[in-house]
């Protein structure tokens, strides 16, 4: 069974291992509970839709650009979190994204306070987690976006790395693009086929 103290090592050794940037995970995404995988899910989905690669195995990298999905609880492993962020930047990640559940959400306040100057964005879990993630002091900021939108976290994940990388950026527009050409699908069909043929049905 793999223990706390188990995980810590592994970040340390990973720090200390000093790999090229091109083997190691660019974006990290936690959650403080496999509870939240569900929300955080979309993350994955936006990484993977732009070309992202999940990286699982630190020996055995994908080329391109990837990234990392661990559950780190502030409140019960708050070692664990520490050790991950305190890490991170060793690691080789340019961006966390964090999410945080329950109305004392502290994962991506502290890993933010912890990693910085790498970019955290936080991702409310649930609607009460919202004040929380956004309540960050002056001097120690966050970018959040609205509960449960995890997809969007991803894409600003994205758009951080992208600002020094033309093909990612392009990606990134060819998305926006494909997902602004399913929108005029939906209108054109509603238009012409009727407002009960796209209606879900009622119970």
């Keep these: 069974m793999t223990t706390v103290s188990d995980l810590i090592d592994l970040f340390e050794t990973e720090a200390a291992a000093d790999h090229p940037p091109d083997e190691t995970p660019d974006v990290g ?12 899910a979309g993350a994955h989905d936006a990484l993977t839709d732009l070309g992202f690669t999940e990286l699982t195995d630190y020996d055995d990298p994908p080329t391109g650009y990837t990234f990392e999905s661990w559950v780190v609880s502030a409140h019960r ?39 910085y100057p790498i970019p955290v964005v936080g991702v409310p879990v649930q609607e009460k987690s919202v004040s929380s993630v956004i309540g960050m002091p002056t001097g120690a900021p966050i970018t959040a976006v609205d509960a449960g939108k995890s997809y969007n976290a991803g894409l600003a994940a994205a758009q951080f790395l992208a600002t020094d990388d033309p093909t990612l950026a392009d990606r990134l527009r060819d998305l926006q693009a494909a997902r602004q050409e399913g929108v005029a699908d939906v209108s054109a069909r509603l238009h012409s086929q009727g407002t009960d043929s796209l209606r879900s049905p009622q119970n």
């Design 29 to 40: 995404v936690i959650m403080g509970s496999d509870s939240d995988l569900d929300v955080m």
């Design 77 to 115: 492993t708050p070692a664990l979190m520490d050790a991950y962020a305190r890490t991170a930047a060793a690691r080789g990640l340019d961006v966390i994204i964090a999410g945080a559940g329950g109305k004392s959400a502290d994962l991506p306040n502290m890993t933010a306070s912890l990693a």
